[in-house]
């Protein structure tokens, strides 16, 4: 066993550094709501608190269908890549951008036009739905900017850069948790936000998030060779499908292994 454990030591060693950080990542998703409720709870109170913890539950099922599509292009850039075929890894992305911004608004309207009516019918207290839609409406925007960060994110993991993305989230939640203390709390001047100021400080967060992961894969020189044949514009119906026959189905795995772990 132990000399079948050193045969494979590189291995092993190898997987855990390209897979360690994906992991850091994929937490960080959830860190940033548990930090929120622990601000909140802190600062605002049990009835915000409460608002938090149900908007979490109804957002978390939305956010992870948003992980699971922007997943689908990781593998096919991975094969394409060990073809040394660079340019069909840009046209990739460029299907992966559209159609991860496409999802992430289509997410949005069913949180605004779903979400946000059947949260009155989930017998709750009424001050509770009413601290916890604002905090939703924020929350849902920025689902955007999450599935645009996703996109380069996937990108770039597919070709085995891990640590950037881990890194971009690691200071993200650092940032998430000074700006929600500042906004819930009310310092330097600025009036406590309450429960919309972690809605707030998650929705800025995002923004830079997928402001400095979109800037790093555009002007590294480690993705020169590809970017160079990435154009917007570069889209077709075929390889469209390509992602969502990957993304659907871990989309879906996510929302199942919620609803497991919740019953």
Known sequence: MLGKFKTFK???????????PVVISQLGHTLVHTADSVIVGHFAGTIPLAAVSLVHAVFMVVMVIGLGIAYG??????????????????????NSFWLNIIAGLLLFALVYFGSMLAIDHLNQDPAVVKEAKPYLLI???????????????QFAEGLGFTKQAMNVT????????ILAIIFVKGMFGISPMGVKGVGYSTLIDRV?????????VLRSQKFKGYIQY??????????LLKIVRIG?????????????FAG
């Not at 590189?10 to 360690?20: D, E």
């Not at 830079?208 to 790093?216: A, D, E, F």
């Not at 990435?230 to 390889?239: G, P």
């Open 248 to 260: 659907a189905p871990v989309a879906m795995q996510y929302v199942f292994e919620i609803g497991a």
């Open 10 to 20: 590189p291995y092993y060693k190898s997987t855990m550094v390209l897979a360690g």
């Open 73 to 94: 292009i990781t593998p096919l850039i991975a094969q394409e890549n060990g073809r040394d075929n660079k340019k069909e890894c840009a046209i990739l992305l460029s």
């Open 139 to 153: 929350l849902s925007l920025s689902m955007l900017p999450l599935m645009v960060f996703s996109t380069f994110k």
């Open 170 to 177: 690691i200071w993200g939640n650092v940032l998430n948790i």
């Open 230 to 239: 990435f154009k917007v514009t570069l889209v077709d119906r075929e390889r």
């Open 208 to 216: 830079l998030m997928m402001s400095v992961m979109m800037t790093y």
